[in-house]
Each structure stands twice: as C-alpha cells, then as structure tokens.
C-alpha cells in the first residue's frame, strides 16, 4: 500500500498471490497500477499493470488467466471494471465496466473462459454476462456482450463449468445451471435455500452451504437438480465461506476453527 499507494478495499485485500512462470501476481489498486507482477526469487517489481480510467481500489477477485490468439491473457478486476492485460508485457487489452449495487463495488468471482468467450458473474444485482472476445489489429481485444442473465447472481462461492453448462449459486441461495454461450437458465433449484461454495471432483459439485453447513454432493446434469447425497458438519458456527476440495480420495472442508477430513474413495 505505502509503496504504490493503494487505497484499502472495504473488505480488505482477500485475493490470492498467483505464481504465473517466474513471477507472483497481487493486485494493488490505486493511482499507480491495478495489479503488480514481482520476480518470485528476489520480491523485485517486473511489472506493473495501468491503472483503471478513474484510479479505482482493487477487487477480492484472484488474478485469472487464458490464452488467447497467441497471447498469454490476465484478467483482473477492480471494484467497478474487468481489465484484460497482456501477461508479458502488461499492455492493457481491454476494459469492461463491472459496478454492482453493493456500494462498494464487491466483486470476488473470478470470470469463466473458453474458447473465445468470457463469462462474468457478481452479485448485488448485477447477475451473469457473457462476452465474445475479438482480437484488433493493434493486438488489443474488443468484448462484445452476447447475453445477459441477471438472476445468475455469483456472490463469492465460485462458479463451475462442465461441458456446455456454468453450475453454481446464486446471492438468493438459488442453485442453477445456465448455458455458457446462451445465459439460458437450465433449471433453478433451492436445495438448502444458502449460497454455497463448489468445488469440482471426479465428475461430481461437492457444495458446503454457508448458513447450515450443509455438505451436498450434487451430480451436473444440464437438464435438471440432482442430488445424491448430504450431511451437516458437526459444531458448525457462523457461515461457512471456504471452499471444499478434495484431493487423493479425501474431501477437505474448513469452518471457523475447525479442520474436517472425510473418506470419499470410491470402493
């Protein structure tokens, strides 16, 4: 903060540090850039990435990356834009406003990428877009939205894509499915009536519910909510925000103080 002088985000900085070759990317915020990228070794600065048009703080979002059109791509947000830079030169491609009703601009869900398409989500109104990227002659990159889905509202539980279909949770605790090229709504569900972080494994959505703790395993079908299993942690207190991940047949979940590990090996 003191040597780019960033402004704090509301929430503080809650982004992860990304290690993208021999570089870390955090982002900053501010007058001086939007993101920095230091060499891993020494903490040296190696780039550092513009400013948004009005010198806005930093999101909670964790730096994103894609290839694209021969160009290594990184995707950052601020509280009121999505900014696409080029990983290696920090040359700003493309600027795309990204302001929700929160006040404070609070984005924290990383974008979706393929195959020359972005998709967006935030909550606190704003919901889901989806953009077609088309790269210039000058090598900057022109996002043309194609649809836009404002009940898809993804607050800070993640976003899952699996074939054609984006599976989350919405700011309502609504759980829904939605065609990435399309932003049609597959279905939409209220298993627990919670916005829930996911995490994809072996073919499944393992979801833990912020309020009850509920863990749900859910089955990604493009048609319909299906669910094939569920428990409540035990000694559960307050939300539950971190995301499961499982790992070596074991399914990891973190809430408040506690650690739990559970056995989910096929047998």
């Known amino acids: 903060m003191t040597d780019y002088n960033a402004p704090m985000p509301r929430w503080f900085f809650g982004h992860s540090i990304v290690v993208e070759g021999d570089n870390l990317i955090c982002l900053v ?5 939007l993101a920095v990228a230091l060499d891993k070794r020494t903490g040296e600065t190696v780039l550092v990435f ?24 990184l995707v950052l947000m601020s509280n009121e834009t999505v900014e696409g830079y080029d990983a290696k030169t920090a040359k ?25 398409h972005l ?15 088309t790269k210039n002659v000058d090598g900057t990159i022109t996002s043309t939205e194609l649809w836009h889905e404002p009940r898809f509202q993804s607050h800070h539980h993640g ?3 699996v074939g054609d279909y984006v599976y989350g949770t919405t700011q309502r605790g609504e759980w829904a499915a939605i065609n990435f090229l399309t932003g049609k709504a597959a279905y939409w569900a209220r298993p627990v009536g919670e916005e829930s972080s ?12 912020q309020d009850s703790a509920t863990v749900i395993l859910w089955n990604p ?24 991940v ?12 506690y650690l739990y590990c559970f056995d989910v090996k096929a047998r």
Do not use: C
């Open 159 to 161: 976003l899952i894509l």
């Open 246 to 257: 499982v790992i070596g047949g074991r399914l990891y979940l973190r809430h408040a103080q």
């Open 50 to 73: 513009p400013p948004t048009a009005r010198n806005a703080p930093t999101s909670y979002m964790t730096p994103y990356f894609f290839d694209f059109e021969g160009m290594r791509v």
């Open 119 to 133: 998709l967006l989500s935030t909550g606190y109104e704003l919901g889901a877009k989806g953009f077609r990227l």
């Open 198 to 209: 996911v995490h994809y494994a072996d073919g499944l959505i393992y979801v833990l519910s």
């Open 92 to 116: 700003k491609l493309f600027t795309i406003p990204w302001r929700n009703q929160s006040g404070s601009g609070t984005n924290i869900t990383a974008p979706i990428y393929r195959e020359g």
């Open 221 to 244: 079908k493009p048609n319909e909510f299906v669910e094939l299993s569920r428990f409540t942690l035990p000694e559960a207190e307050g939300k539950a925000w971190a995301h499961p």
């Open 29 to 33: 915020g501010g007058e001086k850039g």
